[in-house]
């Protein structure tokens, strides 16, 4: 048995993991990571097979905050940054069998028959009606109030499977979409809301944050590399098991198994980034019942689908992907176009596109067979894209049971109790997905904080 003191340690070496270490070397604060798996970057995994790169987790990030914008120009000469090509600014939605051009302007949301002409004309009243006063409010109940339903069916909801592949009515935009929920409580409408928050001179608008969708030249695996020989592989410990955490009166004692040893460290901080349900297991000193507002909290199970053709002949793929509204009673939830949004990542002539089955309404799709997941898709693309022969060059399938955390009424309960038991045991950090957001943005911002908050 190993034995030895270290002032922080982080638990999990995914992207919140990551990142926090990052800035802490930056500090000089002495750290090891923790992770039980036998590589870093936990669900961001680049594969490279038959002239393909593609993505086990997530594909892509958005650059909508300070410090992406920050972490990637302090990681210039290691990794080069890709945007996702122009023709991918058009979004795709399915009504009727047939993908329609998400409305990008005045004129296009007038003429487009995503939504009825009686919505259109409600629109126009939009920035004239009063701010909800339920911070509970759903998201389905936000949007039918201000914006009508066919704008809630057609608009609302496939941007809700793309992000969260959730459910409208159960999220809560206070938690789930925070800056939608400011713009009408600070400016009183959506659309309103997003004129005046450019004009307000309180309000930093830094040229950099550019919200465009960003990967790494040949996959984000790259990225995370970059950061991982930032920070030492010396400060890495992979493939740990039976892990346990407990508290003693100078801070917490941390015992783990690696091959045949076994290790015991002392550290004064614990950041924790593993989600909701992993926490019992690892904190034996938190009680179940104390913490079941956060393990309560509900995961979205997606099967994410990787399929790759080397001669594409179906619809030209001229978008950044389709999504796939819950009214239409389709078997997947939406597409990613990748080849389309970012260069080599398939074959000249060839198409790569990561599908997806699942999500909080349709949960048991995400737990078919492989095969029986192979014919949903065959049949969806032959239908949706016009295909007539399916004969894929890669098709692969990654199982994510615990996907996406869904921010719904429980938030608030469980924002207060990871508060509470922070405030209780002091140096224990609980982050990760469990708060604060889901996307890659969310993580990098939130590893800031925290690291300048020890």
């Not at 990098?444 to 908050?453: E, H, N």
Request: aromatic residues 10%.
């Amino acid at each position: 048995m190993s034995t030895s003191s270290n002032r922080t340690v982080i638990i999990g070496a995914g992207l919140t993991g990551l990142v926090t270490a990052y800035h802490l070397k930056k500090r000089g604060i002495p750290f090891t990571i923790i992770e039980r798996n036998d590589r870093v970057g936990g669900v961001i995994c680049t594969k490279r097979q038959k002239g393909f790169v593609f993505e086990k987790g997530p594909n892509s990030g958005v650059v909508s905050n300070i410090e992406v914008v920050e972490l990637l120009e302090e990681l210039k000469h290691s990794v080069d940054v890709e945007y996702a090509d122009k023709v991918s600014k058009a979004r795709w939605i399915c009504k009727g069998g047939r993908w329609r051009a998400l409305p990008s302007g005045l004129m296009s949301a007038v003429t487009t028959p995503l939504f009825s002409l009686k919505d259109k004309f409600r629109i126009l009243g939009e920035p004239f009606r009063k701010p909800g006063t339920n911070p509970e409010e759903n998201l389905a109940s936000m949007v039918r109030r201000r914006m009508g339903e066919s704008y809630l069916k057609y608009a609302v909801d496939p941007f809700i499977l793309g992000i969260y592949a959730g459910d409208p009515e159960y999220l809560i935009p206070k938690y789930a979409l925070p800056k939608l929920y400011n713009l009408e409580q600070k400016y009183g409408s959506f659309i309103g809301g997003a004129i005046k928050k450019k004009r307000d001179k309180t309000v930093v608008n830094d040229k950099r944050i550019n919200r465009e969708i960003f990967s790494v030249r040949g996959g984000l695996s790259n990225l995370i590399n970059a950061i991982y020989n930032e920070i030492g592989a010396e400060n890495v410990m992979l493939s740990c098991t039976s892990l346990k955490i407990s508290k003693h009166d100078n801070g917490y004692n941390i015992s783990y198994s690696s091959g045949d040893n076994k290790f015991d460290l002392c550290a004064d901080n614990v950041i924790s980034t593993v989600g909701g349900n992993a926490l019992p297991g690892i904190f034996s000193f938190l009680g179940k019942s104390d913490i079941k507002p956060i393990t309560n909290l509900k995961y979205a199970p997606v099967a994410e689908v990787v399929v790759g053709f080397e001669k594409w002949e179906g619809k030209p793929l001229m978008a950044f992907g389709g999504l796939i509204p819950h009214h239409e009673n389709r078997k997947i939830l939406g597409a990613l176009f990748l080849s389309s949004q970012f260069k080599n990542r398939a074959p000249e002539g060839g198409a790569l596109m990561s599908l997806f089955v699942g999500g909080m309404r349709n949960q048991k799709l995400a737990m078919l067979p492989d095969n029986e997941i192979q014919s949903v898709v065959e049949d969806e693309l032959r239908h949706l894209f016009g295909l007539n022969e399916f004969k894929p060059r890669i098709f692969k399938v990654y199982r994510h049971p615990y996907a996406i955390p869904q921010y719904g009424a429980q938030s608030a309960e469980r924002i207060a109790k990871i508060e509470e038991i922070e405030s209780i045991y002091k140096g224990l950090y609980l982050a990760g997905n469990i708060r604060n957001g889901i996307g890659m943005a969310d993580r990098i911002k939130q590893a800031k904080d925290l690291a300048y908050t020890i």
